[in-house]
């Protein structure tokens, strides 16, 4: 097949062009990335896809500043929504599946059980709402693929450096000094990497297209993911490692999403079973012990 992905240089993008590239066969992959493509240029989005016609189009380009989009709203919704509009227009003109990725922060965060793709969505930023609309955008394709991911963490080999609250624990923590961590948002943390996988096992098996929900099996708090990281690592003085935070303690300029664990039942009955939270945790941890090593992990 051929494959165009967007956003090629990002945590997600680099990910996904190595995850069609050396774990898979008879792929050609093209990446795009900021520098090749303005997103919100149509006539660019259109001339490019129109000139590799792929069989697939893969958009991991995004405006992830959940704050700055309350101060930049213009610039959230070109990226999230706009550019979207003209990915779905260009997939349908070349007859391509496309894969878009949104987020957790499309629900309000008042849940007590994992959302589910029937949950009805209620964002509560500029960021939230420009990912919901991109998702509806994205449907517009004929044969399109919306999945949610949700605290992504760790990187693909050659991919930029791991970022996020994860890597800032993981760093934290390493250094010797105290993580500030969430006890009260809970979430779906979810590797990169097995996110990838995932969107390769849905296009490769041509699953039934739609919404899906892309993360991690389980759910935890932030606090109860930074102490499974020390336990992993063998941290001890985990209570004064950790220094529980609350929502209601900070000031941020858009809203949190408190309860925001997704269900991947979905995604589970179509045969693409993600692996737990804890697993892809070890696994993460075991890739940045070997970053650190040059890739010697021995003893």
Request: charged share 20%.
């Amino acid at each position: 097949m051929r494959i165009v992905v967007t956003g090629a240089r990002g945590q997600l993008g680099a990910a996904i062009v190595e995850e069609f590239s050396a774990f898979s066969t008879g792929h050609d992959v093209t990446p795009v990335t900021r520098a090749d493509l303005d997103m919100t240029d149509d006539a660019a989005v259109e001339a490019i896809i129109g000139r590799v016609r792929p069989d697939v189009i893969i958009n991991c380009a995004a405006y992830n500043d959940v704050d700055g989009a309350e101060d930049h709203p213009v610039e959230a919704l070109n990226t999230n929504v706009f550019a979207v509009r003209s990915l779905a227009l260009a997939a349908a003109a070349v007859k391509a599946a496309l894969v878009h990725y949104s987020s957790d922060f499309v629900f309000d965060g008042t849940a007590s059980v994992p959302y589910t793709e029937k949950d009805h969505p209620n964002p509560r930023g500029v960021y939230g709402a420009s990912k919901l609309l991109g998702e509806w955008f994205a449907l517009d394709a004929p044969r399109a693929y919306v999945l949610r991911v949700e605290s992504l963490f760790g990187r693909a080999v050659g991919g930029p450096p791991a970022k996020g609250s994860a890597a800032m624990i993981l760093k934290t923590l390493v250094a010797g000094g105290q993580a500030r961590v969430f006890e009260d948002r809970t979430v779906s943390p979810t590797y990169v990497v097995d996110a990838a996988w995932a969107t390769r096992q849905l296009v490769e098996q041509q699953v039934a297209p739609g919404l899906y929900h892309c993360v991690s099996s389980g759910h935890c708090t932030w606090l109860e993911f930074a102490a499974e990281i020390a336990r992993q690592l063998g941290i001890g003085d985990v209570d004064k490692r950790l220094v529980p935070i609350r929502l209601e303690d900070m000031t941020f300029r858009a809203a949190r999403p408190k309860y925001c664990a997704l269900s991947n039942a979905k995604l589970a009955s179509c045969g693409v079973v993600m692996p737990t939270w804890q697993d892809a945790l070890a696994r993460y941890l075991q890739s940045a012990r070997e970053d650190a090593t040059g890739g010697c992990s021995g003893s």
